[in-house]
């Protein structure tokens, strides 16, 4: 058997530092005088990169910040990790962002920090009009095409994790976690280790510790031929797209109905992946057995649900996109601190905190203002709940109430949404509304103690990036 001999050590290091540049620049990443935010977990990949960048800011002109996500699971661990962050970014005089995530009660797992994360990052990268560089390696990808297979991904999910989508970037995709490692030792850069990334009851690292290894030792070099392979699967991707682009406009008679012939008559491939355009707008997490089921209601007729607010429908020759029979359940919650996950993918978080401590951030202050409130003016008795019959809101500046349902009607809120946006009531008098904030009222004042302050916002399942 031929073996390929290992590459002297001094190549290794000169390889990864020229491939992270060169995938910065075929990717035009960065651009001369850019803000770029490292994801900074203070793990061993974050590290490299975050060194990495801090060596080039001068020479590409980069305003560099950093980022840290404490998910409120680990505790005395994680919170030994954000310090390490802190003192790595005061020895560099980089700005640094953080925030204390506190999990649902019922929903803290994978999927919840990873979407948490992402929001969080998202709202950096705005704030500071930047990119965001996040450390996922070669191995990282490797790992992220074998599960997304295992979950039966068509071509989007094959393609991994790519290295540009939005505000985010992937600086090391094309390293191995072999050359980050190298790279740590011969810059002496000390890093974190999260105990959770050595427990193999977690999917991911079941793959990082046991499957890829024994896939390398069947087939050495697997890891570097999945990530070729990830990036044909993007380039296929991003073709399917295009041409389920043009089949789709073809094929639209008006609005969110199509001419189901045309789609039927299209290539298979094309039509499953317009299919699965049309549902990615309205359910955010890809789904292949949702496009498969779909496939199967374009040949033979029916109906499909897709997510909360969507029905596809096919019948007299036309596929429909329309909006559910509505369902509304019932329940309640009582007002006090925490994170809670709600019918409609929907979470809901309640603090309270002295008034010194509000802060707004954004252009439009006064309108941020409108979900704060005077704990003081709000009883305790008062509860989380969907709309009723009756109920009668005053909108923050209105010194009259109206009938919650004309303004959501005004606000053109769906009636799939109304059924399941949470209100915060006594009686039916509405002292919190999503999308209008605090009743009129009940506003802080400069007699205020405590404030509380509502978010609601939907938990985006996306696919899985790492």
């Known amino acids: 058997m031929v073996r390929t001999r290992a590459?002297?050590?001094?190549?290794?290091?000169?390889?990864?530092?020229?491939?992270?540049?060169?995938?910065?620049?075929?990717?035009?990443?960065?651009?001369?005088?850019?803000?770029?935010?490292?994801?900074?977990?203070?793990?061993?990949?974050?590290?490299?990169?975050f060194h990495f960048l801090c060596t080039k800011r001068e020479e590409w002109n980069l305003c560099l910040r950093a980022v840290h996500v404490n998910h409120g699971i680990r505790g005395v661990e994680?919170?030994?990790?954000?310090?390490?962050?802190?003192?790595?970014?005061?020895?560099?005089?980089?700005?640094?962002?953080?925030?204390?995530?506190?999990?649902?009660?019922?929903?803290?797992?994978?999927?919840?920090?990873?979407?948490?994360?992402?929001?969080?990052?998202?709202?950096?990268?705005?704030k500071h009009h930047a990119r965001v560089a996040t450390a996922h390696t070669?191995?990282?990808?490797?790992?992220?095409?074998?599960?997304?297979?295992?979950?039966?991904?068509?071509?989007?999910?094959?393609?991994?994790?790519?290295?540009?989508?939005g505000f985010f970037v992937?600086?090391?995709?094309?390293?191995?976690?072999?050359?980050?490692?190298?790279?740590?030792?011969?810059?002496?850069?000390?890093?974190?280790?999260?105990?959770?990334?050595?427990?193999?009851?977690?999917?991911?690292?079941?793959?990082?510790?046991?499957?890829?290894?024994?896939?390398?030792?069947?087939?050495?070099?697997?890891?570097?031929?999945?990530?070729?392979?990830?990036?044909?699967?993007?380039?296929?991707?991003?073709?399917?797209?295009?041409?389920?682009?043009?089949?789709?406009?073809?094929?639209?008679l008006s609005g969110a109905e199509y001419d189901a012939e045309i789609m039927r008559a299209a290539p298979p491939v094309v039509c499953r992946a317009a299919l699965s355009e049309l549902i990615a707008q309205r359910e955010k997490q890809e789904k292949t057995a949702l496009t498969d089921q779909a496939y199967d209601v374009l040949r033979k007729g029916g109906a499909l649900q897709i997510g909360t607010n969507c029905v596809l429908r096919v019948s007299q020759g036309r596929l429909r996109l329309e909006p559910p029979k509505i369902r509304q359940e019932e329940w309640t919650l009582p007002l006090e601190p925490g994170t809670f996950s709600l019918p409609g993918n929907l979470l809901l978080k309640i603090e309270f905190f002295p008034v010194e401590n509000v802060v707004v951030l954004g252009k439009d202050e006064e309108k941020a203002f409108n979900f704060y409130a005077d704990c003081a003016r709000i009883l305790r008795t008062a509860q989380f709940r969907t709309r009723r019959p009756g109920d009668l809101f005053s909108p923050p500046g209105?010194?009259?109430?109206?009938?919650?349902?004309?303004?959501?009607?005004?606000?053109?809120?769906?009636?799939?949404?109304?059924?399941?946006?949470?209100?915060?009531?006594q009686g039916s008098?509405?002292?919190?509304?999503?999308?209008?904030?605090?009743?009129?009222?009940?506003?802080?004042?400069?007699?205020?103690?405590?404030?509380?302050?509502?978010?609601?916002?939907?938990?985006e399942a996306q696919r899985d990036e790492g």
């Not at 074998?146 to 989007?156: D, E, H, I, M």
């Not at 506003?443 to 103690?449: G, R």
């Open 170 to 252: 992937r600086p090391l995709l094309e390293v191995s976690r072999e050359e980050v490692l190298d790279y740590l030792e011969r810059k002496e850069l000390p890093y974190r280790t999260d105990s959770t990334n050595l427990d193999c009851n977690y999917t991911r690292n079941a793959i990082r510790w046991e499957v890829l290894p024994a896939l390398e030792r069947a087939r050495p070099g697997a890891v570097q031929a999945l990530a070729r392979f990830a990036a044909n699967m993007e380039q296929l991707s991003e073709y399917l797209s295009q041409q389920a682009g043009k089949l789709l406009c073809e094929a639209r």
């Open 429 to 459: 008098r509405v002292l919190w509304a999503a999308d209008f904030g605090f009743a009129e009222g009940l506003a802080i004042t400069a007699d205020t103690k405590k404030a509380v302050k509502i978010t609601l916002r939907q938990m």
């Open 7 to 49: 590459l002297p050590i001094w190549i290794l290091h000169m390889k990864l530092e020229k491939k992270v540049s060169e995938t910065i620049r075929r990717h035009q990443m960065f651009q001369n005088g850019d803000t770029v935010i490292v994801a900074l977990s203070g793990g061993g990949d974050s590290m490299a990169l």
């Open 138 to 165: 070669r191995s990282d990808q490797a790992e992220t095409v074998l599960l997304n297979l295992a979950r039966g991904s068509a071509v989007k999910g094959a393609a991994g994790i790519p290295p540009v989508r």
């Open 398 to 425: 209105c010194r009259c109430s109206k009938p919650l349902k004309k303004l959501y009607s005004q606000a053109k809120i769906s009636p799939v949404m109304r059924a399941v946006l949470p209100v915060l009531a």
């Open 78 to 126: 994680a919170e030994e990790d954000a310090c390490f962050v802190r003192s790595v970014c005061a020895r560099w005089n980089v700005e640094l962002d953080e925030i204390v995530l506190v999990p649902p009660r019922d929903h803290a797992d994978e999927a919840w920090a990873r979407a948490e994360r992402y929001a969080f990052l998202e709202q950096c990268a705005k």
